[in-house]
């Protein structure tokens, strides 16, 4: 890709939440990577939104208090 | 072939800490939450042969949750109360960015005021500000940003097309970003330039 197919900041800015989340089709995903490379402020920018989404992934919890997990249990053996 | 009383009980109790964590930040309450959880789980065992893929199973049984929540919501919202399911009409106060705010592009490369900020979260300023979410933008925020559901499964799980989840989850980010910035004001977080000028 050369730099006059850059999609520019205003696209790539509109399509970043979803670069983070993984959810654009390949190539437009590949524009904003590209754009990406070339622009510090754009690149920062997706660098604190995928850290922000790291910090709020980071809330899922793998145990449910043993209350919780007693009476799902206690509920099964009746099904 | 439909699953096993045994193979079920395993399936549960593998996620059964993420099931109870969305219900908690669905419902913002333990005793709610703990009720919220059973119920779904006697309502995934009922309609345990419309699970195709036994792979499936995390996305099946958060989609029962999500809608467990939101019949048992409708029942009450048949009684006064303070805040509608849905409402799409756009309560945000314009676009929000915590970054925008933040950033200051000449600064050397080693300072970074808006990882700084991220940096000196805590857990609980992310669930309060989470909480204070409208429910409609929390549900999409909680399936997406704190479970890692894609937006095709969020849209299968609360019934509505990807359009609506994109735009929920797009909303949702930015009352988030708004809430984080005012409680890191209240907790003198903020850096002084960027609150004393922009803020």
Redo the contacts between chains.
């Keep these: 890709m050369s730099e006059t197919d850059d999609v520019g900041c205003e696209e790539a800015l509109k399509r970043l939440?979803?670069f983070v989340?993984h959810?654009l089709p390949g190539s437009e995903h590949d524009s904003v990577e590209q754009h990406l490379r070339i622009c510090?402020?754009c690149c920062?920018?997706m660098?604190?939104?995928r850290?922000?989404?790291e910090?709020?992934?980071?809330?899922?919890?793998?145990?449910?208090?043993s209350?919780?997990?007693d009476?799902?249990?206690d509920?099964?053996k009746k099904? | 072939m439909t699953i096993s009383?045994e193979a079920?009980?395993t399936q549960?109790?593998a996620i059964?800490?993420?099931?109870?964590?969305v219900a908690r930040r669905l419902t913002r309450n333990?005793a709610d939450a703990?009720d919220l959880?059973?119920e779904s789980?006697?309502r995934a065992?009922r309609a345990r042969a419309s699970l195709a893929d036994s792979g499936a199973f995390r996305a099946w049984i958060f989609r029962i949750l999500s809608n467990t929540f939101i019949s048992e919501r409708r029942k009450t919202l048949a009684r006064p109360r303070e805040e509608p399911l849905v409402d799409e009409s756009g309560d945000e106060e314009g676009a929000f960015?915590?970054?925008e705010r933040l950033?200051q592009?000449f600064l050397l490369w080693f300072a970074?005021p808006?990882?700084e900020f991220?940096d000196k979260?805590l857990?609980e300023d992310?669930?309060r500000a989470?909480a204070a979410l409208p429910e409609h933008y929390r549900v999409v925020?909680v399936l997406?940003?704190?479970?890692?559901l894609?937006?095709g499964e969020i849209a299968e799980a609360l019934d509505v097309p990807v359009g609506t989840v994109?735009s929920r989850?797009?909303r949702g980010?930015n009352a988030l970003?708004r809430t984080l910035w005012t409680v890191a004001r209240d907790h003198g977080l903020q850096m002084p330039r960027a609150a004393g000028t922009r803020g």
């Design positions: 939440v979803e989340d959810e510090r402020n920062s920018r660098e604190f939104e850290r922000l989404k910090r709020l992934s980071a809330l899922s919890t793998e145990d449910a208090p209350t919780t997990r009476r799902v249990r509920l099964i099904f | 009383k079920f009980e549960v109790l059964l800490g993420r099931l109870d964590g333990e703990e959880v059973a789980i006697t065992w960015s915590i970054f950033h592009p970074n808006e990882q991220l979260l857990r992310l669930d989470i925020v997406a940003d704190v479970e890692g894609t937006y994109r989850l797009a980010r970003q």
